[in-house]
């Protein structure tokens, strides 16, 4: 596929669009790419279209922020750190889901190597308790994950996609790894009012239907034994029937 720098990626802004998640088999992504091909490009960092992602989430000793998103309360929110490995870059993240349903993503810099301390960074502190109702004190390390990802732009620059691959987790607190390697994630963003694009298209053709996922949320239920998880229970068994695939 023809290749696009990351500033060129900057240039898709999208910032009135939509979000669409879809969850599939990973060995349909030969076939998928095939197809779109000639309407997309394909973000290559030096080279290299994989692009390696390592994630490490926060929550409270109750896991509250994982018990709001299960209970589908309303402006709940999620704090992470990402290492973006292909820039070598760091960032702590904070995502925030509105009483619209809309998502926000606030962020800030760290230095990669306090990845595993970012807690105790005076920063990181600053930041939590200027954005969020928790105090820096009752969070911990819960999930960490690493995967791959595929970021494609189609040609008229109005839509972004990414593929997620490879997808592992280790849970902090049950020390228990577990990974979903079979499945990919796919996630689509275009601007409100475009219409059906190739990529839309490609997946119906291979019967692929929308499917919300977090991988914070699945992470912690295939990690954490007897967690509440009845709201997650589909995706789960969804999951597992990939497997079987």
Known sequence: MRP??????????????IDQKYM?????????????????????????????????????PSLDMYVAHHNQKLNRLKLRVRRYRSTDTTFFELKQKDNKKHTHKTRISVDATQFDHCLQLPEVQQFVATNTP?????????????????????????????????????NHTTNIDANINHLMVIEVKHEVGTPTSAIEHALHQ????????SK???????????????RFKPKLLYIDKLALI
């Open 24 to 60: 599939a088999a990973t060995y349909l992504l030969p076939e998928l790419l095939q197809q779109v091909a000639d309407h997309y490009y394909v973000q290559r960092i030096d080279g290299v279209a994989l692009a390696p992602y390592h994630t490490l989430y926060f929550d409270t």
């Open 206 to 213: 291979l019967h692929i239907l929308p499917r919300r996922m």
């Open 134 to 170: 928790f105090s820096i004190s009752t969070l911990q390390p819960q999930v960490e994950n690493h995967f791959e990802r595929i970021t494609l732009v189609n040609n008229q620059m109005t839509e972004r996609i990414t593929i997620d691959t490879d997808i592992t987790f280790h």
């Open 216 to 230: 914070y949320c699945i992470g912690t239920a295939i990690t954490y034994p007897n967690i509440k998880h009845n």
């Open 4 to 17: 696009i720098a990351l500033e060129q990626m900057k240039a898709v802004r999208l910032m009135n669009r």
